[in-house]
């Protein structure tokens, strides 16, 4: 029985909670090489992280096999209290993995700390979640059955700014469904991710669920590697499309989240008090750095000053220095800093509208950039065209509703988009025209666990979440019944 074969209840083995490992076949590893991830609030050093060698991945997914021969014929209830096991696990060490989540990713406190919460709710919504056989046909002559197996050793390809919330959406529809996993952190983000899987091994039998740490290169080895049999990755889209070839030789199962610059459509009779602190949220939160945050604002021409004034109110809320701030922080790495100050460059040097924040304080520690909201930028503009994933944020106004859909359906703006408006028919009408897996009325973007949640056009492939996401870690089987 899986719950009856784990590996005993002292999670960190006796070592300080901040040594951090690789996590293989049940036990913690030590690495030959190290590196330490910067603090994006200080830009001081943390502690040293371990990078995972070739014969680690080797020795992670020969454990992983060897441990999907059992777990694979687990039942369900047991399976569901093993998801239930470790979501137990993560609330008691909600300290631990609040505080190394804090640190990585620059959050504050209560924002690292619902995080780690939200990942339990993820485990929690599994323990009573499963997919059951179904009757497709059946006659005089045959009864056609349709039932899920598992698919075998999942690589998951974790991104850096919600490192819990989204691998642990990975991991658990990997358990729930009889696979085992191995997970790959982000490299910006190794602690909170190494520290959980290696607390997990308290609730769970050894190989199910494994984590090795590294860079692009590591990522590249599990995307080839014969041994693994489907991958899931979040990321940006030129990542994304070389993980679909790369996985074409051995003809892998794929899930892809990518890129969502998503378009948020503001009709002329919403009710702006309500509207704009909800829009403010979809923005600026986290500092943009959203998978379905509201890149593009698309507020209808009647509204558009008052809209834009409101905005501009609003966004002061999002403190910038302070550490105790629940919805705001700095940008995550120096990679997307310099990314995002490129975006800002580029408004400034074309002489966009810029109607507050853009100042960067260049002596200042840290990766801030404050709210910055650009009014009625081209079309055509870099800041309109590509995701910015900062909170760099453009307004632009519409009058027509079929103007406004094909502006907002554009290839990489597949994964989400969200309509304001008290007319809930037009709401579903304006909705079913958007080219996107999911579209929020009269809310701001959040995927939520019980919804199945999926990217179209570059923005994905395949999906997770909720009963169907299920689906995309199993094989359908027919069991063809003569009578």
């Known amino acids: 029985m899986p719950s009856a074969e784990t590996n005993g209840t002292n999670g960190t083995n006796g070592h300080s909670p901040y040594q951090f490992f690789n996590v293989i076949d049940g036990k913690p590893r030590a690495a030959k090489d190290y590196h330490q991830v910067i603090d994006p609030r200080t830009e001081e050093p943390l502690w040293d992280a371990p990078i995972a060698s070739t014969k680690d991945l080797d020795d992670a997914v020969e454990a992983a096999n060897r441990a999907f021969k059992t777990w694979r014929n687990s039942t369900v209830a047991e399976r569901q209290k093993a998801v ?17 989540q804090m640190k990585e990713t620059g959050k504050s406190r209560l924002m690292s700390k619902f995080d780690v919460e939200r990942s339990a709710w993820h485990f929690d919504y599994y323990k009573s979640i499963a997919l059951e056989d179904e009757l497709q046909y059946e006659d005089e002559t045959v009864k056609i059955i349709g039932t899920h197996v598992p698919i075998g050793v999942l ?15 990975k991991v658990v529809s990997a358990l729930a469904t009889g696979n085992c996993v191995i997970i790959k952190p982000s490299p910006f983000t190794p602690y ?13 039998p050894p190989g199910v669920f494994q984590a090795i740490n590294g860079g692009a290169d590591l990522g590249e080895q599990m995307t080839l590697h014969p041994g693994i049999h489907h991958i899931s990755f979040t990321g940006t889209i030129a990542v994304g499309q070389r993980i679909l070839r790369n996985c074409a030789g051995t003809l892998k199962k794929v899930i892809l989240e990518l890129a969502g610059n998503n378009a948020c459509i503001v009709c002329d009779d919403a009710d702006l008090e309500k509207v704009v602190p909800q829009v403010a949220i979809g923005a600026l939160f986290h500092a943009g750095q959203v998978c379905v945050a509201s890149k593009r604002i698309y507020v209808h021409e009647s509204l558009y ?11 002061k809320k ?25 975006i800002l460059e580029d408004c400034k040097k074309n002489g966009f509208k810029i109607v507050t924040g853009g100042d960067v304080k260049p002596a200042a520690k840290g990766f801030w950039i404050p709210p910055t909201i650009v009014a009625k930028p081209p079309e055509d503009s870099l800041l309109v065209r590509e995701e910015q994933f900062a909170p760099i944020v453009p ?14 359906n554009l290839d990489n703006a597949g994964l989400g988009a969200s309509v304001y408006t008290p007319d809930l028919d037009r709401a579903k009408r304006l909705a079913r025209q958007l080219e996107s897996g999911t579209v929020w009325i009269n809310q701001f973007e959040r995927p939520h666990h019980a919804g199945f949640f999926g990217g179209w056009k570059l923005s994905g492939f395949g999906g997770e979440l909720g009963k169907q996401g299920l689906l995309h870690y199993c094989h359908t089987q027919t069991l063809q019944i003569a009578k």
């Not at 239930?84 to 190394?100: F, H, R, S, Y």
């Open 84 to 100: 239930k096991d470790v979501a137990a696990c993560i609330l008691e060490n909600v300290d631990i993995l609040t505080e190394v």
């Open 192 to 204: 909170s991710l190494l520290k959980f899987c290696e607390l997990a091994q308290s609730v769970l």
């Open 305 to 315: 000053d008052r809209f834009l004034e409101m905005l501009v109110e609003e966004s």
């Open 395 to 408: 307004v632009l106004s519409w009058s027509e509703e079929s103007d406004v859909i094909a502006r907002a």
């Open 318 to 342: 999002f403190a910038v220095d302070d550490e105790n701030s629940v919805a705001f922080g700095p940008l995550s790495n120096r990679a997307n800093y310099e990314r995002a100050l490129g």
């Open 155 to 169: 690589g998951a390809i974790s991104p850096w700014n919600f490192p819990l919330i989204l691998s642990t959406v």
